[in-house]
């Protein structure tokens, strides 16, 4: 067990610098990934001779061991469900002591390699560390059993839905032994068992006959196919033309095809009818299905040889936004190099100008492609009918299809739609003392027809106009906007920002000493016209910020209120705030010469007295023994008279004051005794 734990994060570290969708470095045997599973049929057993080496990826499996769980050396396996019910399937490893694992997939609409990144597509599953037999059966051992020894190597057997897919994925856990192992499919009610007949779908002739094609009803195995091209047989052939070969592109990445190509050394007769039959070919079968069925021999198809006829420009893909390229689409393929790269076969024409910049194309190995990429110098932002015309290039041709026929010129018409602005919308506020009614809506313009308002994150409309909205006179609303006209859209995220609230507000220091000017600073928000200054000695002031105030003296600390009235004139608002200023009654700093720190209230505490102006403080009290008792530097901190959480002694203590008169700013050094009295 340690050891295929050890093990485990090995292979983890080597996943982790792998492709997570599947094209795993090493894995080039069909089989090894989920796009070339292997296709199966439930009436025979699987036999794998041998498991190839391969580093495998990481895949969601449902359990919370923190594991890090690989396809490891996996091989692949595809079926789909003809009868709903339950799946029976044994794993037997050719050595009783090899460990395999599996995991069953549902990929119905999915792209095989989705097993790597959606958990959703789990069914079934076995990690188990336990050697020998694995699968599924009729004991109820659950839907996963996770890593470990302590999990049974048989899962409940997973119930199949009628018409969905499925990959089975079989994962050999080491390295040390690769002998394989055999997959049969019984014990359960499902059928994967295709049991329709195989049969001739269609078949046609690519331009004058040289090659003709074959579809078939279902998937065919690829290794019944005689490569000679002897499954089948075409009459009334012309003297000395014969099926020479018989080829399928699906086979060269996968083990099945459904269509197949039949090479001819010749050319057939237009206007004459042929006949494509199935025969025993030189393998000594005819085509098998993935259950071995054989397409009955003697099944035929007839198809009359037309002279091909040239390749029109007659599709093109949809246009979007903006387009700034125009994608053709051709029944036929067209040799790649018989299109001017700079795009001279193309010229578009419309509303407003439109320049070719070139082409770009996807050629196949034969040098074909079946789409072509017109693309234009800027992207087209104006609605509008516009037409795009095949012509003679630079080239001195249009281009020639797969049957070596030039494409006539001709024209396709296609339609734009403007662009549109999210940033159009319209805004307007009626402002309010307190509260502010704001109205949104969105222009006729652009043929926006569809519109997404949100408002501070959660309130939501789809008009073209909104709501009104109420809000108070300050402050910040996020709005998200996405209008589109069906073809085009734009998103903009923007904020509603009020500040018509008029808000008074001011600072003055609350404490000033006598002969000092109190100094003050509006603070005031809003769109304000007047100000209304209260000084609270009689003076007033209709100036923003006043001037600096000597308040009179009175041989007594004195207090003063202030009051500032902010307003807007037009708008009828207005807002008040007051303040409080004490005036001292002096701010000589001096030390009490004595104290009683019995809780009366009345001279209870040592300090530097009027302190106001002293920057830099620092205030020091020792006892006779030349002990510091009390140490501050602020002068609102005070000695209380005790010491170590304890009462200092009655008796005389001497201070230090230190300090920066801040005026003057020059250093001053204090001292003197007090006395505590108790």
């Known amino acids: 067990m340690v050891f295929r734990q050890l093990l485990i994060l090995l292979i ?218 002897t499954d089948f047989a075409v009459s009334p052939l012309p003297p000395g033309v014969a099926v020479t070969a018989a080829s399928a592109n699906s086979c060269a990445s996968g083990f099945d095809l459904d269509t197949l190509q039949l090479t001819l050394n010749g050319s057939l007769i237009p206007g004459n009818t042929y006949t494509v039959t199935a025969a025993n070919g030189s393998d000594g079968n005819t085509l098998l299905d993935n259950c071995g069925n054989p397409l009955p021999a003697g099944q035929s198809l007839s198809f009359t040889l037309v002279a091909p006829q040239p390749t029109p420009m007659d599709s093109m893909v949809p246009i979007g936004c903006a387009p700034d390229q125009l994608q053709l689409i051709f029944k036929n393929g067209i040799l790649c190099s018989s299109v001017a790269a700079d795009g001279s076969d193309f010229s578009v024409t419309g509303p407003v100008p439109v320049t070719v910049s070139g082409v770009s194309m996807d050629c196949n190995a034969s040098g074909y492609t079946s789409v072509i990429r017109v693309n234009l110098s800027a992207p087209i932002q104006t609605a509008g009918n516009f037409k795009i015309t095949l012509r003679q290039g630079d080239d001195g041709n249009t281009f020639y299809d797969q049957c070596g026929l030039p494409t006539p010129s001709s024209s396709l018409f296609f339609m734009t739609s403007d662009t ?48 009104r909205h109420i809000y108070p006179a ?75 105030h000597l308040y009179p003296p009175t041989g007594i600390e004195t207090s003063y209120t202030v009051r500032l009235i902010a307003g807007n004139n037009s708008m009828g608002c207005q807002d008040t705030t007051i303040q409080k200023i004490d005036v001292l009654k002096s701010c000589y700093i001096a030390v009490p010469t004595a104290f009683t720190p019995n809780g009366d209230g009345l001279n209870d505490y040592l300090y530097p007295l009027n302190a106001f102006k002293a920057d830099n403080l620092v205030f020091k009290v020792f006892n006779r023994e030349g002990q510091m008792v009390f140490q501050a530097h602020s002068w609102t901190d005070r000695w209380d008279g005790r010491v170590n959480g304890g009462d200092a002694p009655a008796g005389t203590y001497v201070w230090f004051l230190q300090y920066i008169d801040r005026d003057s700013e020059k250093p001053f050094l204090r001292k003197g005794t007090s006395i505590l009295i108790r």
């Open 12 to 229: 983890v570290l080597i996943a982790t610098t792998l492709e997570t969708r599947g094209q795993n470095n090493g894995c080039s045997t069909l089989g090894q990934t989920p796009a070339t599973a292997f296709p199966v049929c439930g009436t025979a057993a699987f036999d794998q001779k041998s498991v190839p080496s391969c580093p495998g990826a990481r895949i969601p499996v449902p359990c919370n061991d923190g594991a890090p769980y690989t396809d490891i050396n996996p091989f692949w396996y595809k079926f789909t469900c003809f009868a709903a019910g339950t799946l029976g399937f044994t794993i037997t490893p050719k050595t009783t002591t090899d460990d395999y694992d599996w995991q069953l997939f549902d990929v119905t609409g999915h792209d095989p390699s989705d097993v790597y990144s959606q958990s959703s597509l789990f069914v079934s599953g076995n990690w188990s560390s336990n050697p020998d037999k694995t699968g599924t059966g009729t004991n109820n051992y659950g839907s996963i059993n996770c890593a470990g020894p302590t999990f049974p190597n048989t899962n409940s057997m997973p119930t199949l839905i009628q018409g969905h897919n499925y990959l089975l994925l079989v994962s050999h856990f080491t390295d040390i032994n690769q002998s394989g192992y055999s997959l049969v499919f019984s014990g359960g009610t499902a059928s994967i068992t295709d049991t329709i007949p195989a049969a001739l779908k269609a078949v046609s002739p690519v331009c004058y006959g040289g090659t003709i094609k074959v579809a078939l009803n279902k998937k065919m195995k690829c290794s019944s196919l005689a490569a000679d091209g």
């Open 420 to 467: 549109v602005s999210a940033e159009a919308f319209k805004a307007s506020v009626l402002a309010g003392c307190k509260i502010d009614t704001v109205d949104i809506s969105y222009p006729p313009e652009d043929g926006v027809n569809q519109w997404l308002w949100v408002f501070d994150n959660s309130d939501t409309s789809r008009a073209q106009t909104p709501p």
């Open 474 to 548: 300050s402050g910040t609303h996020p709005l998200l906007v996405i209008v589109s006209n069906g073809v085009c859209s734009d998103t903009l995220k923007t904020s509603i920002v009020l500040d018509n609230e008029v808000k008074a507000a001011f600072e003055v220091p609350n404490i000033i000493c006598p002969r000092d000017y109190a100094q003050y600073k509006n603070n005031s928000t809003g769109p304000i016209d007047y100000w209304d200054w209260d000084l609270g000695d009689g003076s007033i002031s209709s100036l923003q910020t006043p001037t600096d």
